[in-house]
């Protein structure tokens, strides 16, 4: 297991109810996984949000928390309910109802990474899975759960940013050929898991620095947003997808030559998006 399965930082002083959160940015892999998979250190990094967590690494610097995951979600998937183990990885787990993130090896032990490529030989024990939510994924959720509290408590209300990557081949094919292919995603459910005007506030940051953004196409959010989202009660989760091709070279999981450039875009971003939770700027009940 990775020593610790998070890694959180704190502001000097907390000035807005907004939180971030890289659920797949990990990046500390287990030997006794890289001792069980049939692919290479660079295959099984295919699915990982890499980089991400430096991408929103200014946050505390502006007053809000930052929890980065260490595991990778090739290991643990967070943002997955611990409930959706796959029959076809883990010995001894009973097939329930249809579940096509499950099906398709994408439960919380994943079984597959990008492009379907399989992690193992074959299964892995029911306790082996249970161990790993065990030591990673009740220990991020527990510390999230808290960031949301607190932040509750003092501004009353929280706004979960679910930060996220996507590959560029998954919005090659959204739009039209005229039209500008989207840079962000913003998953919100269809609404069910933040306010309109939280989501508004989200997109108008990102528009307002050049970036083409669309909502919950392909990516509406999953667990996290399903999770946390309950903007009746002035809890808001909003899942961010940025296209990879802006800040990295995907075949190689490296830092692009834009990535400098795509940084300090991103750093003034984050601005906007924790002013959306101010103490002086109080959104409307929803």
């Not at 249970?130 to 808290?146: E, K, T």
């Not at 962000?184 to 050049?210: K, M, N, S, T, Y």
Request: charged fraction near 25%; proline fraction near 7%.
């Amino acid at each position: 297991m990775p020593k610790a399965p998070y890694r959180l930082f704190m502001p000097d002083a907390r000035t807005t109810s907004v939180i971030f959160a890289s659920p797949h940015s990990g990046r500390t892999y287990p030997e006794s996984l890289m001792r069980q998979t049939v692919l290479d250190e660079r295959a099984i990094r295919s699915s990982e949000d890499a980089f991400v967590d430096i991408l929103f690494d200014s946050a505390p610097s502006v007053g809000a928390p930052l929890l980065a995951a260490t595991a990778p979600r090739a290991f643990v998937d967070l943002n997955r309910a611990s409930e959706e183990l796959d029959p076809a990885l883990i010995d001894g787990v009973r097939r329930n109802a249809h579940n096509p993130r499950v099906t398709s090896g994408l439960g919380v032990v994943p079984r597959v990474v990008a492009n379907g490529r399989a992690i193992y030989r074959g299964k892995i024990t029911l306790d082996e899975a249970r161990g790993r939510i065990r030591d990673v994924w009740r220990p991020y959720h527990a510390a999230l759960q808290g960031l949301l509290d607190e932040a509750f408590l003092q501004f009353g209300e929280a706004i979960l940013i679910d930060c996220h990557s996507m590959p560029h081949e998954a919005i090659e094919s959204i739009g039209t050929p005229a039209s500008r292919r989207p840079d962000v995603v913003l998953g919100d459910r269809f609404g069910a898991a933040a306010g309109l005007e939280v989501v508004d506030r989200i997109e108008a940051a990102f528009v307002g620095a050049g970036l083409t953004v669309v909502r919950n196409a392909p990516f509406a959010g999953a667990y996290v947003t399903q999770h946390y989202g309950r903007p009746a009660r002035r809890q808001h989760a909003v899942q961010i997808e940025i296209d990879r091709a802006l800040y990295m070279d995907e075949r190689a999981i490296s830092p692009s030559a834009d990535f400098p450039a795509f940084k300090r875009l991103m750093d003034e971003i984050v601005v906007d998006l924790v002013s959306l939770g101010a103490a002086d700027m109080p959104l409307a009940a929803e």
